[in-house]
């Protein structure tokens, strides 16, 4: 199912939840609403749902308005953080509970119920109660439940925040594989950048009730056309700082000096935004050399994050291997100019070509 | 400040009359620096809420006693034990202001005003609260009342340890990171003994200076991030540090190395005489390669995580997953891997074989 927000807003009393929208999503596909709590995830899934009625604007499903018509009324399911599960049912009955309702022969609800199970691998599980389960598995359940009814739309309200993190690898890996054979267009929230990526498809990056950007998962990602698209999409979060411009070379600070790439060399001189994400910012390697102080160093297995004071501006680098530094320590980071993410002065991106 | 030492510890619920004991907790034998940053690591029911508990003192354990800086403890209620706790959610005072609510543990004791004043002040200095101090709890956010929460497991400098129970559960992604950093940070100014408890591997290996995995009631490393990175003692460390974890494959053994998919292995481990036992590889996603030759595969699944890119490869039914650069390619044609011999482990059931002997 196609679905279309043409200016739909959402006020609650003096307080906007949601400014003027426009969005399409495209039947089928796997779509990701990337932002922080309060950002507009959750109103922007409710209006989609029909549970929220918009204060301006229409929702168009396929080539039909359906502003206004109630949830009940559209081929809709929702998942939510929390695991909601009827608790005096057993895992069967709470998957074959929406196929009841619909009316559907008992063989029938039988197939289904059994194929999904299986799906989600709680074939074991089907005769216990949600009180027996692990988180995990009460989550499976509740998808399942959302699956079986071959709902056009579904909702996923950040469903895998509340499982252990081992486990959300797990049905992160599984859960666009699951969809894709439904035909059913997903939405999907979640808060974590790196979550997004996973998933892949589409993504909408929000913030403070306003969709930022959207368009494919990996170019939202490596080309956000604002300073406010990029900060939505990275964490750690992205490293900035004001450079001074003279012709074709960026000066930041007193010593890194760089040459622009060409077609921002033609752009007048003056003060402009960097962004590099804490991944190209490198303690050893080529590129531009700066220099700071080193406020944290963090290691996980695999990665050094130190966290470190360039020019008066707190950045992130985020480095293969191990990198021990001590509290205070002068330092040296090197940065590809190639890498860097230019932007202008209302913070909106600016095209780099050689 | 205390050194924490665990002497034969361990616990079990009273069985049913006439059954044997089921261990909650396996046996621990261990000794925790004095100052150290130590995280519990491991999944839902792995056992850490009960080692917690026994460092708490809300339990007692069956057997074994626990000492801190050489003193037995182990019949010590909590409230004699002096140590501070910060739990999941917030435990704040509403109607107090921030800096009532930090000054509480202090007055609790009779701490003189103006000890407790330098004292407040210090710790909100170091978490950015020194401008709110005057303001009721009440309005703050989640993550401003978890910082008050912090703060008062902070404030008492006459603890043993601090203990910290998934205490970054209700915090934003975004905000996560700052307070871990802090944390760590403050570790690094006041030296208290700090045992934090999570499930997530991200806050555990960048809080702690040591990790104690735990699996199934017992613990299975303790060592370093990078230790816990590089040498996995049990396929369990390998699974659950790394994400995508340690890929675990089925192997045999021809004359001491280790054959799998028909391929004889490079590795530094030298002289194993075949001793039985279920056999396995284990090798990091990023330490598998693409390559000229070596063990042919078909490409399952490319994932662009910006970073880098995790490649699902198949050899047979064996699914391998491999994490390459952002910019490197994958090949179309007849792709073939190898695996780096510097860290490649050989594991009979589950436990690591240490090069040399068997």
Sequence with gaps: MAIELRKVSLRVGAETHIHETDLSLQPGEFNILLGTTLSGKTSLMRLMAGLEKPTSGELWANDSNVTGVPVQK???????????????????????????VAGLPKAQIDEKVRRFADLLQLTPMLQRLPDELSGGQQQRTALARALVKGADLVLLDEPLANLDYKLREELRDELPKMFADTGATVVYATSEPLEALMLGGYTATLNEGRVVQFGKTSTIYRQPHSLEAARVF???????????????????????????????????????????RPHHLLPTGKGVKVDGEVQIAEISGSESIVRVNIEGNNWVSEAHGIHSYKFGERSSFYFEADRCLYFDARDQLLETRE | MSQIEFSNVRHAYPPPAGQAPVYALQEIDQVWDDGGAYALLGPSGCGKTTLLNIISGLLTPSEGSILFDGQEVTALPTTERHIAQVFQFPVVYDTMTVFDNLAFPLRNRQMPEAQVTRRVNEIAEMLDLSERLQ????????????????????????????????????????????????????????GVTMIYVTHDQVEALTFADKVVVMYDGGVVQVGTPVELFN????????????????????????????VFASHRLDTHHEGDSDAGGRLEIGIRPEFVSFSNDGIPVAIDKVEDLGRYQVVTVRHESQQIKMVIGEDQPIPAASPKIHFNPDHLHLYRDDWMVESGHA
């Excluded at chain 2, 989640?142 to 404030?155: C, F, N, P, T």
């Excluded at chain 2, 040498?231 to 280790?258: A, E, W």
Aim: aromatic share 8%.
């Design chain 1, 74 to 100: 559209r081929s809709v399911a929702m998942v939510y953080q929390a695991f909601i599960n009827y608790p005096s049912f057993s895992v069967y009955d709470n998957i074959a509970s929406p196929l009841k």
């Design chain 1, 234 to 276: 990275s964490d750690p979060p992205i490293n900035t700082a004001t450079i001074e411009k003279r012709g074709s070379s960026a000066q930041l600070g007193e010593t890194a000096k760089w040459k622009l790439p060409r077609s921002l060399a033609d752009m007048p001189d003056g003060r402009y935004t960097i962004g590099i």
């Design chain 2, 135 to 190: 303001q009721r709890a009440a309005g703050l956010t989640a993550d401003g009342k978890q910082k008050i929460s912090l703060g008062r497991g902070l404030v008492r400098e006459d603890v043993n340890a601090i203990l910290f129970d998934e205490p970054l559960t209700v915090i934003d992604p975004h905000l996560k990171w700052k307070l871990r950093s802090k944390l760590k940070q403050l570790h690094q100014q006041i």
């Design chain 2, 231 to 258: 040498r996995p003692k049990h396929t369990f460390v390998g699974y659950f540090i790394g994400s995508p974890g340690m890929n675990v494959l089925p192997c045999t053994l021809d004359r001491g190395q280790p």
